[in-house]
């Protein structure tokens, strides 16, 4: 089976630009969570989406939406973005949020910077 | 609510060594604990769960867990460190139908 798939896996910005990353989960997860990760704040949740809803939301603010679509792909978009987005961000994806062997698989990440 | 507590943002030890890295949780309920392994410029790899099951963990390249409620703890533990095991590892904590919550990580480094 094809692990978490993560399209683009760099990409460079400029400050007030918009930036859209895109997660394919393992064939048949229906959740897919988004983190940030960055060497001075570690792994920062994002938000979580489940059959096309939003279950969880971290602590960030409104510039950072996503969205989850009927094949359970999704997709994180940054506005106005700013040099302290620069991060890795992972995206993970599960079976079934709350199965009793709810395990997270992570995909490589997209590394944005942001100049 | 729950958290995690990883002691040590950086271990070395040296190859063949002990390795021992350590992780406290706080959790209401009874939680799931997780730990990932992190190499360069890679996504986290699950390397062992527990979910209630047997309270010492084996996973994959020879690392072991054992959950103690007592102490609120989940050490990863391998007997003997290869070169091949440096790399960021992270703790985490979930209860069923809520998010994860991840460590800070530590650095392990591996001296020849």
């Known amino acids: 089976k094809a692990g978490v798939t993560q399209t683009p896996r760099y990409l460079i910005k400029t400050r007030g630009q918009q930036v859209t990353l895109s997660c394919s989960p393992i064939?048949?997860?229906?959740?897919v969570s988004w983190y940030q990760q960055t060497p001075g704040q570690g792994l920062q949740f994002l938000f979580e989406?489940?059959?096309?809803?939003?279950?969880n939301k971290g602590n960030f603010p409104g510039r950072f939406s996503g969205r989850q679509f009927s094949n359970s792909r999704s997709e994180m978009n940054v506005s106005t973005l700013e040099l302290g987005d620069s991060a890795l961000y992972l995206c993970?994806?599960?079976?079934?949020?709350?199965?009793?062997?709810?395990?997270?698989?992570f995909g490589p990440g997209t590394r944005l910077t942001v100049l | 609510a729950q958290s995690v507590t990883q002691l040590g943002s950086h271990v070395s030890v040296s190859e063949g060594a002990l390795v021992l890295l350590r992780c406290n949780y706080s959790?209401?309920?009874?939680?799931?604990l997780f730990w990932y392994v992190q190499y360069p410029n890679q996504g986290l790899q699950l390397l062992l769960k527990?979910?209630?099951?047997?309270?010492l963990v084996k996973g994959i390249n020879g690392f072991e867990a054992e959950f103690k409620k007592s102490e609120t703890s989940f050490h990863l533990t391998k007997p003997s460190a290869h070169m091949s095991d440096a790399a960021e590892y992270f703790c985490?904590?979930?209860?069923?139908?809520?998010?994860?919550?991840f460590g800070t990580g530590t650095s392990l480094t591996v001296i020849p």
């Open positions: 993970a994806s599960s079976l079934v949020p709350g199965d009793t062997t709810d395990t997270q698989y």
């Open positions: 064939s048949g997860h229906r959740s």
């Open positions: 989406y489940f059959s096309e809803t939003q279950r």
């Open positions: 959790s209401s309920v009874p939680p799931y």
């Open positions: 527990y979910t209630s099951a047997a309270t």
């Open positions: 985490a904590v979930s209860v069923p139908g809520n998010q994860f919550y």
